[in-house]
Nanobody, 119 residues
Framework: QVQLVESGGGLVQAGGSLRLSCAASGRTFSSYAVDWFRQAPGKEREFVAAINWSGGSTYYGDSVKGRFTISRDNAKNTVYLQMNSLKREDTAVYSC????????????WGQGTQVTVSS
């Protein structure tokens, strides 16, 4: 079993930065790919970024390309999402999800952390 806990959310002004963390406990985390998603009130969940087990491959949603960076430190069992040049439309609950190699769906989800960007 793996437990995922997000942290680092908060209130930030437009143009500012935040770094989110997704910390895993339990089984070895290094064999899992991890994705970040976000969901704003009244909107569908949106893919934000993904990273493979080694950190060698990353992918981003179109709305965050060039502004957000996903990374991981397997020694610390943590995946990060560095968010720069934040916009009001980035306001959402951000959640991480982990998928084991070969899984067709996500095996574990975190509870989410709120990010609010003010103008």
């Amino acid at each position: 079993q793996v437990q995922l806990v997000e942290s680092g959310g908060g209130l930030v002004q437009a143009g500012g930065s935040l770094r989110l963390s997704c910390a895993a406990s339990g089984r070895t985390f290094s064999s899992y790919a991890v994705d970040w998603f976000r969901q704003a009130p009244g909107k569908e969940r949106e893919f934000v970024a993904a990273i493979n087990w080694s950190g060698g491959s990353t992918y981003y949603g179109d709305s965050v390309k060039g502004r957000f960076t996903i990374s991981r430190d397997n020694a610390k069992n943590t995946v990060y999402l560095q968010m720069n040049s934040l916009k009001r439309e980035d306001t959402a609950v951000y959640s991480c999800a982990a998928k084991a190699l070969g899984s067709v769906s996500y095996d574990y989800w975190g509870q989410g952390t709120q990010v609010t960007v003010s103008s």
